[in-house]
């Protein structure tokens, strides 16, 4: 649109009025009603002689950012006219507000005609306008007439507005976070408490907000307990480090107060909330314990990130609110024993990496674990409890990590394409009372202390060894088949089977007699009955195919079939007697040693 002018009423409904660099005037009798939409563009409105104050519907082409204009002692009417540009001001560098940390916009008021003693103006911007990082409520505004800033006094203040009183002219006005309180660390760094640390030469005080900039391999380092840090801004590149059992007090009240897109390795510190606060960065977090202090911590990643937590017993201290979002995972990396606190937090992922272990202290349901729950190294424990994963969300027990499960629970419970994963070098113990043994492909397997553990139906493998300590062994009921299909030697438990299948290399070594209610098949590998019995129902058989091996030690034979069972050896099997005084079976033989 060209320059306009209403005379009687303009109303608002939707989207923007563009003007471009043309003006949109409303007379003295005009009037604005607005439901939505605004004036793209400068909109000039009559300032009448006394005390008045008018709403200048602004914006740029998608964001509404209105202000109010409130005068005292008009003397002379005339005009003012203002718009507002969605970027940063183009010299917001020599300004007294942190061009990093503030809204990226700027209004512009022209005065035509107007004589009056002060004005407050009230800034309104739409949360989008603001920097990562910056909170909101702690702006202030700055004016550029004439070529220079000039910091007038600040009003109230929200979430989405900032107002300057006692203003006598005009001109660009930006709001955002004083530099003043800004303290930017060098690139040699140092010290936190120390002055050449900082850009300035000045320690950062109560509430200041600090960016750690220090790149090239040197760090700022906490060796001492700083003042309250009011936001954190960790750079890409730049590390911060704990030296030692100090506090880091984070004191914002809203909005983001801690960015890390460098490094944070705590080492011994503790990070404490002195008010809510939310994080977010794609760097390295390091921690030792965190602090809520009966707060709310919000981890507001945009994509995934691992805060790490290394502090012995509950990371998270004093009782507050984890709002892990769906992008966090927290990953227990301590050196002593851990607890993941499901009683009072909810978490996203999590991952276990302790070799002391972690231990739940309550029920897991996919409202307390809504990600995907993964042991790295160490030991996860269920303490007792039932865990049960969110609708497509995958348990990862690694090589070499072990998860016991207590109560009368068995492995995580997984739903809709969610899957159980237990690496070949992985142990799984179940320790609990009555527990049925999950039908999955188990590394290494140990059913411990009394109570009976039922295996599930159908079949059940087992890549390491199977040991039994205290607990009674139920493998018949539901006629499970258990297969031994590792890649080295395993160990077999005394204990009644039904079918037992060998497909590993071997060699699977008996660790005392056996029963099978069902056949014994070695389909590949060595089998070794260690010189103990095998006893076998009536009707089952033995079957060792081409390639596998049967080898029977002390005074043992090949088992001993009946009923209709049969002993079946391939051609190129190889049956090796080993004991001492041995009857050689009745079979047609492969090899025979």
Same mark, same amino acid.
């Given at each position: ?180 309180? @800004? ?189 995907? @729950? ?70 290494? @397997? ?148």
């Amino acid at each position: 649109a060209g320059a306009s002018a209403v005379t009687g009423t303009l109303t608002l409904t939707s989207g923007a009025v563009t003007m471009s660099s043309d003006t949109l005037t409303i007379g003295t009798a005009g009037a604005v009603t607005r439901t939505a939409g605004w004036v793209a563009g400068p909109l000039k409105k009559y300032i009448p002689t006394g005390t008045s104050s008018r709403t200048f519907e602004v914006g740029d082409a998608s964001v509404y950012a209105p202000v109010v204009v409130a005068f005292t002692s008009v003397t002379t009417a005339g005009n003012l006219a203002i718009t507002t540009t969605g970027t940063d001001h183009p010299d917001i560098a020599n300004s007294g507000v942190s061009a990093g940390l503030s809204a990226n916009r700027y209004w512009t008021l022209a005065p035509n005609g107007i004589a009056f003693g002060t004005y407050d103006a009230t800034f309104n911007f739409d949360p989008a306008d603001v920097d990562v990082g910056a909170d909101p409520t702690s702006f202030i505004v700055d004016e550029y007439t004439g070529g220079a800033w000039t910091l007038p006094a600040t009003g109230t203040v929200t979430s989405t507005s900032t107002q300057a009183t006692g203003l006598t002219a005009f001109g660009d006005f930006v709001t955002g976070i004083s530099a003043a309180s @800004l303290f930017t660390s060098t690139a040699a760094g140092g010290a936190w408490n120390a002055a050449s640390t900082w850009v300035g030469g000045v320690v950062p005080g109560l509430n200041a907000d600090v960016v750690i900039a220090t790149t090239g391999g040197n760090t700022v380092s906490l060796t001492a307990n700083p003042s309250n840090v009011r936001s954190l801004v960790i750079n890409s590149g730049a590390t911060l480090e704990g030296a030692g059992a100090t506090t880091l007090n984070l004191n914002l009240a809203t909005s983001t107060n801690f960015v890390n897109n460098g490094t944070f390795n705590a080492n011994g510190v503790t990070v404490r909330l002195a008010r809510n606060s939310t994080w977010d960065g794609a760097g390295v977090f390091n921690l030792d314990a965190i602090n809520l202090n009966a707060r709310r911590l919000t981890l507001a990643f945009s994509s995934p990130e691992t805060v790490s937590v290394s502090a012995a017993g509950n990371p998270f201290l004093n009782a507050g609110t984890l709002v892990p979002g769906s992008n966090s995972t927290i990953r227990f990396d301590g050196s002593a024993a851990q607890t993941l606190a499901v009683s009072t937090l909810n978490f996203n992922s999590v991952i276990v990496d302790n070799p002391a272990g972690v231990t739940a202290n309550a029920t897991i349901t996919s409202s307390k674990l809504s990600g995907d @729950l993964s042991v790295v190294s160490g030991q996860l424990d269920n303490g007792g409890f039932a865990v049960t994963l969110a609708a497509g969300k995958d348990f990862t027990l690694a090589d070499g990590a072990t998860y016991r499960t207590g109560g009368t629970n068995a492995l995580p419970t997984v739903s809709s394409g969610g899957t159980v994963s237990l690496g070949s070098t992985s142990t799984v113990e179940y320790y609990g009372s009555t527990q049925t043994v999950t039908r999955v492909d188990y590394g290494s @397997l140990t059913l411990s202390n009394a109570g009976t553990k039922t295996f599930a139906t159908d079949t059940t493998h087992i890549a390491g060894d199977f040991i039994v300590t205290g607990a009674t062994v139920d493998a018949t009921t539901n006629s499970t088949t258990i297969e031994f299909n590792g890649t080295g030697a395993q160990s077999i438990p005394s204990i009644n089977f039904y079918r037992l299948v060998v497909t590993g290399a071997g060699p699977v070594t008996m660790a005392g007699p056996i029963s099978l209610g069902g056949d014994l098949a070695v389909l590949n590998g060595v089998f070794d009955n260690n010189g103990n019995n095998v006893t076998i129902a009536s009707g089952r058989s033995v079957l060792v195919v081409n390639g596998a091996s049967y080898r029977a030690g002390g005074t043992t034979s090949l088992p001993t079939v009946s009923g209709g069972g049969s002993i079946l050896l391939a051609t190129t099997s190889t049956v090796i007697y080993y004991g001492g005084a041995q009857a050689v079976t009745l079979a047609d033989y492969g090899s025979l040693t």
